[in-house]
């Protein structure tokens, strides 16, 4: 642990299973209920405009109900104890990191509590229901969407997340599966300039032969005690 600076965290929805959201690949691969294709692509949400917004409505709704837990707590300790650089890069679109604190953090896929104007590409702060066809406040348009990366669009920030894998020196990936590029590529990247690479993860995901060093079990367990061997060595 001694050598160990910059460090950059990767957080998937397995993250959050225990605070009660749902995984993305649930039950019979669904989300909620829902196939991916219908609910988070544009061409969904260009077919069928109500679908995907109440489907977005409901997960943002649901955030009202759920609470950030010890993984979420004990990540937002590390990023306020580390003396070097880290960044929490999540694909979660629920805000239980911020709730628990974490402040060095991008939400590379978008956020829930967010809405994208199709047209000025400005993005505000939203915590209620987003009707298809709901006016953006700076252009007057009729176009905000919800402010989610779909698949096929590009994730957000990719030149400060390349820059952050570039120099680390600890790469740590919790509760994803592995299965989302461009985030599952990022331990072969990480890898690449020589950092150190763990895996929190309740199943084998599909990268983890990738890694140095794979843990099995809840991350409210797992991610904890790893905080504590980290902030122990400092
Ligand atoms: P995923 O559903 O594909 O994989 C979740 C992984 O977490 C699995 O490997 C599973 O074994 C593991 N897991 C489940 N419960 C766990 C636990 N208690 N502790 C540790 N690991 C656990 O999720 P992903 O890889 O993040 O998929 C990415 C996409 O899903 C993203 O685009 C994201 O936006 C979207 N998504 C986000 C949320 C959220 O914001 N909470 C929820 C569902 C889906
Ligand atoms: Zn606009």
Redesign the pocket.
């Known amino acids: 642990m001694r050598d160990i600076r910059n460090t950059v965290i990767l957080t998937?929805?397995?993250?959050?299973?225990?605070s009660g959201?749902?995984?993305?690949?649930g039950p019979g691969g669904l989300?909620e209920g829902h196939r991916v294709e219908d609910v988070c692509t544009p061409q969904a949400l260009h077919r069928d405009p109500e679908l995907v917004h109440r489907f977005y409505d409901e997960r943002r709704a649901k955030l009202a109900d759920v609470a950030p837990n010890a993984?979420h707590r004990a990540l937002a300790r590390v990023d306020a104890e580390w003396p070097g650089e880290l960044l929490i890069v999540t694909?979660?679109?629920?805000d239980?990191h911020e709730r628990a604190g974490a402040m060095r953090l991008i939400h590379m896929?978008g956020e829930?509590k967010s809405a994208l104007c199709a047209l000025c590409g400005i993005r505000h702060a939203w915590e209620s229901a987003l009707p298809p066809e709901s006016e953006c406040p700076d252009c007057g348009e009729p176009a905000l969407r919800p402010d989610?990366?779909f698949f096929g669009e590009m994730p957000y920030r990719m030149e400060a997340i390349e820059r952050a894998l570039g120099a680390a020196d600890l790469f740590v990936s919790?509760?994803?599966?592995?299965?989302?590029y461009p985030?599952a590529g990022f331990v072969q990247t990480a890898r690449y300039h020589g950092a150190e690479t763990l895996e929190?993860?309740?199943?084998p995901?599909e990268g983890s032969g990738w890694f140095g060093e794979s843990r099995l079990?809840?991350?409210?367990t797992?991610v904890p005690r790893w905080v504590e061997e980290m902030l122990g060595g400092l």
């Open positions: 998937g929805a397995g993250l959050s299973a225990e959201i749902a995984t993305f690949r989300w993984a694909q979660n679109v629920d239980l896929h829930l989610i990366v919790i509760g994803t599966s592995g299965a989302v985030a929190l993860n309740l199943d995901s079990g809840p991350a409210g797992l």
